[in-house]
T-cell receptor, first 115, second 111 residues
Framework: NAGVMQNPRHLVRRRGQEARLRCSPMKGHSHVYWYRQLPEEGLKFMVYLQKENIIDESGMPKERFSAEFPKEGPSILRIQQVVRGDSAAYFC?????????????FGEGSRLTVL | TQLLEQSPQFLSIQEGENLTVYCNSSSVFSSLQWYRQEPGEGPVLLVTVVTGGEVKKLKRLTFQFGDARKDSSLHITAAQPGDTGLYLCAGGLRGNTPLVFGKGTRLSVIA
């Protein structure tokens, strides 16, 4: 499967725990985006990364949230001390790079439930 | 403030009917995409339009980008139950800036 891979598909955490969501982009793609989706809502941009660099984190809360895309391995979205309001579907998308017209290829999402 | 407004928010129609959904903004976009998302899945790209006035056809789906590149429409002819899903429009403002999404139109086609 050469598509965007996200894991876990479902994650349950209690308030105060940490959530780690992983994303492996499509082969040959060097740009990764994280979006959050609430029920009956569209996708809200969180962060845009290239290998080892955060390009745009304007949509990510300043506290408790962090993201990385290391030289080797998947991109990780980390949420510390989760609260109930963090419950959502988190989607990762990738794109090939500067030559594209903004088209994104999405993974199937990670659904976080905070109890 | 929602940069891209989609209408209608919900649409329920009978199989065989035609429909149009809209995506509007006061901003100019360098490109605009339409995605379809099914429950429990990620959005899947349907089409990209980049030129003002551009019309693209994908089988029974017709996409149009407004002349001023501020709005777009999606028309489905003879809708089928398999067309059921959440239709999202997304715009690129410039370069590699992240796509901005509308809230979507949730379409239900009843057999």
């Amino acid at each position: 499967n050469a598509g965007v891979m996200q894991n876990p598909r479902h994650l349950v955490r209690r308030r105060g725990q940490e959530a780690r969501l992983r994303c492996s982009p499509m082969k040959g793609h060097s740009h990764v985006y994280w979006y959050r989706q609430l029920p009956e809502e569209g996708l809200k941009f969180m962060v845009y990364l290239q290998k080892e660099n955060i390009i745009d984190e304007s949509g990510m809360p300043k506290e408790r949230f962090s993201a990385e895309f290391p030289k080797e391995g998947p991109s990780i979205l980390r949420i510390q001390q989760v609260v109930r309001g963090d419950s959502a579907a988190y989607f990762c998308a990738s794109s090939p790079g500067r030559e594209n017209t903004g088209e994104l290829f999405f993974g199937e999402g990670s659904r976080l439930t905070v109890l | 403030t929602q940069l891209l407004e989609q209408s209608p928010q919900f649409l329920s129609i009978q199989e065989g009917e035609n429909l149009t959904v809209y995506c509007n903004s006061s901003s100019v976009f360098s490109s605009l995409q339409w995605y379809r998302q099914e429950p429990g899945e990620g959005p899947v790209l349907l089409v990209t339009v980049v030129t003002g006035g551009e019309v693209k056809k994908l089988k029974r789906l017709t996409f149009q980008f407004g002349d001023a590149r501020k709005d777009s429409s999606l028309h489905i002819t003879a809708a089928q139950p398999g067309d059921t899903g959440l239709y999202l429009c997304a715009g690129g403002l410039r370069g590699n800036t992240p796509l901005v999404f509308g809230k979507g139109t949730r379409l239900s086609v009843i057999a």
